[in-house]
């Protein structure tokens, strides 16, 4: 299995943002597919997920009401678009894939995620 993940770049604080994970394959290891970012000093943080069955999304407080996980089942992508971007959304953001939205095993290339005027 593997991610793809894509669009990431810079934006101004305000502004939106869409990233992309595309899923190489769907087994049962890529049930849930989530996103998550690392700034630098910071820990890894869970940003927003969600699972292919049962259409439940998750958000995490920091980006809630501000964010929406799309799917495209004939692509295998799942997105995050994250609007009313701050400074404290920069950071690498990555995506994640497992059995469940705690468990994951594969994860992606980073891609990042600027905001700054």
């Known amino acids: 299995v593997q991610l793809q993940a894509s669009g990431g770049g810079s934006v101004q604080p305000g502004g939106s943002l869409k990233l992309s994970c595309t899923v190489s394959?769907?087994?049962?290891?890529?049930?849930?597919v989530a996103w998550f970012r690392q700034a630098p000093g910071r820990e890894r943080e869970f940003v927003g997920g969600?699972?292919?069955?049962?259409?439940?999304?998750y958000y995490a407080d920091s980006v809630k009401g501000r964010s929406t996980i799309s799917i495209d089942d004939a692509k295998n992508t799942v997105s995050l678009q994250v609007s009313g971007l701050k400074s404290e959304d920069s950071a690498v953001y990555y995506c994640?894939?497992?059995?469940?939205?705690?468990?994951?095993?594969?994860w992606g290339q980073g891609t990042q995620v600027t905001v700054s005027s």
């Open positions: 994640a894939s497992g059995l469940t939205l705690s468990n994951f095993s594969t």
């Open positions: 394959e769907r087994t049962p290891r890529t049930s849930a």
């Open positions: 969600m699972t292919w069955t049962g259409g439940m999304r």
